[in-house]
């Protein structure tokens, strides 16, 4: 958990920066070992994911 932890941190760090692509791909590797040690629905993993999507959003990723 802490491997994933610190590279959702650092996916944060990134995404401050605007490094939105390193951003994205540090958050991915978080939810990976997240669901594998947690669970898909466990609160960390959650907040991995909004991270994602937030990053995804911001790229503009979503057709509105």
Known sequence: ????????????I??????LDEAGDLYKKSI??????LEKNHPDTASSYS????VDDSQNKYKK
Do not use: W
Request: proline share 4%; no cysteine.
């Open 1 to 12: 958990p802490m491997t994933a932890r610190s590279y959702y941190l650092l996916g944060t």
């Open 14 to 19: 990134y995404k401050g920066l605007i490094r």
């Open 32 to 37: 990976k070992i997240r669901e594998e040690v």
């Open 51 to 54: 991270s994602l999507a937030s």
